[in-house]
């Protein structure tokens, strides 16, 4: 089975940075559609970004903030600019096998 393995968390001050990493090992034979969700707590799981055949597409919210990126076996989520509303447990999603990582804390302090 493909297995998603996702590191970058933690706790950072507003205005600050984090990269998510997002390492893909197993049988992938489309290695260019991947998203990135997050879920706040008491909140929905929400699309933050996506990448399809090299093209990429971002919620509002975070427009011009994010950029996802794929190299060689790992997805990547820069982010910069943090605001306290970003805190939320960060999800890799392969499309091609609709699997999952295990997710990944992001705490934006104020």
């Known amino acids: 089975q493909v297995q998603l393995v996702e590191s970058g968390g933690g706790l950072v001050q507003a205005g600050g940075s984090l990269r998510l990493s997002c390492a893909v090992s197993?049988?992938?034979?489309?290695?260019?559609?991947f998203d990135w969700y997050r879920q706040a707590a008491g909140k929905q799981r929400e699309l933050v970004a996506t990448?399809?055949?090299?093209r990429t597409n971002y919620a509002d919210s975070v427009k011009g903030r994010f950029t996802i990126s794929i190299d060689k076996n790992t997805v990547y989520l820069q982010m910069n600019s943090l605001k306290p509303e970003d805190t939320a447990v960060y999800y890799c999603?392969?499309?091609?096998?609709?699997?999952w990582g295990q997710g990944t804390q992001v705490i934006v302090s104020s």
């Open positions: 999603h392969l499309l091609i096998s609709n699997t």
């Open positions: 990448i399809t055949g090299g």
């Open positions: 197993g049988s992938v034979f489309t290695f260019n559609a």
